[in-house]
């Protein structure tokens, strides 16, 4: 095991191999080759075990303390990328974004028989992108991220049209993976060996995958909510995973959690109400929605009461980091939550759940203003998976509200999105059991996504973690049994 601490020179780095059985005498020690081999490193012959265990020793450290500095230093993902496979990959790359590739894309929106002429990328003046995205950027080589793009298209007799077209082409899950894990282990050794341990239940795991098939649903409900999708492509060979887009240009809010400010009743409202028609698709249909091959890790009671250990690692992490505002009370507060998980959880598991968006916030929605006012319009779906459909609500409000926010607010846009869903999927909504679930949906949060993000904070400032903190920790005070 590695131990690393830091001390008044710098850091002191030791490895305990406590089940090291080794010898220099007798077995086959005394074969030519093994035996030259031990006396040119001076541990042929009786007496030299120790020395020889030293080496041992001192190789699998300078081995550890290589590896950590790779990881820290981004060689470690570009290594396992240019040599860690067992075949060669044709990456997707810009050149690939031809004419031809766009030709689907094209014939969606104009018509059967629209061709694309040319190809002209555009400026992206929406730099904002999803945390996963954001991991990935310039970390590996391949083409990976938003690319907006003008397709100058020649329709039916020759008319000339052009379609505004955003790329998204996504990493592997394992890709993203790695690169976590990297930030786990500069947060810590704690942290690392806990994120290690658990890191494919932690949403990341087909992300790649999940995203594209969230897309393909077709229910009007959906559809009204999320970008027009033109093209889906997949080609498993080449790692290449690409939505093309819409791009969305003029809306409202978009890349507003940094300031919420513009946010007005209106707005809040529209986002309730989108959400809780995209929540009514799957709501009261969970075996359906868990067969369902790309859904992927579905968190439970069992196995979140088993990553205790991670969400007790990230909970100190973010108070030692960040103790002007995540403090010591906050800190208790997250060890109960994280105490009580097999109790509040057990409770998620008997409520009714829904596909949810599980990163419905302002990085990753806008609005559209239609005529009956604005229309939320929900984008980055990588982190869709079965819960409640309060945990979406529960996250808005946690980067839309402040702490100053009132039981009576908060209560209002509770209830307006029970009344909401049970409109949109004709189903009772029990008032009481959706109260007790947006307050476990809060907890939740806290102690995993929200957790999770505050860990990426300590490497890529957000400057909304420290608002959006105190904000969810106000609405578990708040909600939370006296």
């Not at 990881?71 to 396992?80: D, L, M, S, V, Y």
């Not at 031809?98 to 059967?112: I, K, M, N, V, Y």
């Not at 786990?184 to 690392?192: E, F, H, I, K």
């Not at 009671?301 to 088993?306: F, K």
Request: net charge negative; glycine share 6%.
């Amino acid at each position: 095991m590695l131990y690393v601490q830091p001390v008044e020179e710098g850091l002191y780095a030791s490895v305990v191999l406590p089940s090291l059985v080794i010898g220099t005498v007798g077995g086959g020690t005394h074969l030519p080759r093994q035996n030259e081999l031990l006396a040119m490193i001076g541990c042929a012959g009786p007496g030299k075990a120790s020395r020889l265990a030293e080496i041992i020793a001192g190789f699998s450290l300078a081995l550890d303390l290589s590896t950590l500095a790779a990881i820290t230093g981004g060689q470690f993902a570009a290594a396992h990328e240019r040599l860690g496979r067992s075949r060669p990959v044709h990456w997707f790359t810009r050149h690939d974004l031809t004419p031809e590739f766009f030709r689907p894309s094209a014939r969606q929106a104009l018509g059967e028989h629209a061709e694309v002429v040319q190809v002209l990328f555009l400026e992206d003046r929406h730099s904002e992108s999803s945390i996963i995205t954001e991991l990935m950027a310039r970390k590996v080589e391949k083409l990976i991220g938003f690319i907006p793009a003008r397709l100058w298209c020649r329709g039916p007799g020759g008319a000339a049209r052009t379609l505004d077209v955003m790329v998204k082409v996504k990493p592997l899950d394992q890709e993203v993976l790695l690169m976590a894990t990297r930030l786990a282990t500069m947060c810590g050794p704690r942290l690392a060996t806990s994120y290690s341990r658990y890191r494919q239940q932690t949403g990341i795991a087909g992300s790649h995958l999940r995203e594209l098939e969230v897309y393909r649903q077709t229910d009007p409900r959906f559809v009204r909510h999320v970008p027009v999708v033109h093209q889906l492509f997949r080609d498993d060979a080449r790692e290449a995973y690409v939505l093309v887009l819409e791009r969305l240009d003029g809306l409202e809010l978009m890349d507003s959690a940094d300031d919420p400010s513009g946010w007005r009743p209106e707005h809040l409202e529209a986002a309730v109400r989108g959400i809780a028609e995209v929540h009514a698709i799957w709501y009261g249909r969970e075996a359906e929605l868990r067969a369902q091959p790309w859904l992927g890790y579905v968190p439970g009671a069992s196995t979140m009461a088993e990553m205790r250990e991670l969400w007790e690692d990230l909970a100190v992490h973010a108070a030692e980091e960040f103790p002007e505002w995540f403090s010591q009370a906050d800190l208790a507060v997250h060890r109960r939550l994280i105490e009580e998980i097999p109790d509040w959880w057990a409770r998620i598991e008997r409520m009714p759940r829904t596909l949810i968006h599980n990163d419905f916030n302002p990085r990753n929605l806008a609005f559209r203003r239609e005529q009956g006012g604005p229309c939320v319009v929900a984008y980055d779906w990588e982190l869709a998976t079965l819960h409640l459909p309060q945990h979406d609500l529960a996250e808005l409000l946690g980067y839309v509200l402040t702490p100053a926010a009132g039981a009576d607010d908060v209560a209002r846009w509770v209830a307006l999105h029970r009344e909401c869903l049970a409109r949109a999927s004709g189903r009772e909504v029990p008032e009481a059991e959706f109260n007790d679930g947006f307050r476990f949906a809060l907890y939740d949060l806290a102690v995993n996504r929200i957790a999770l993000s505050i860990a990426a904070h300590t490497f890529r400032h957000y400057a909304f973690m420290e608002r959006l903190t105190r904000t969810l920790h106000h609405l578990i005070r708040l909600t939370s049994p006296a």
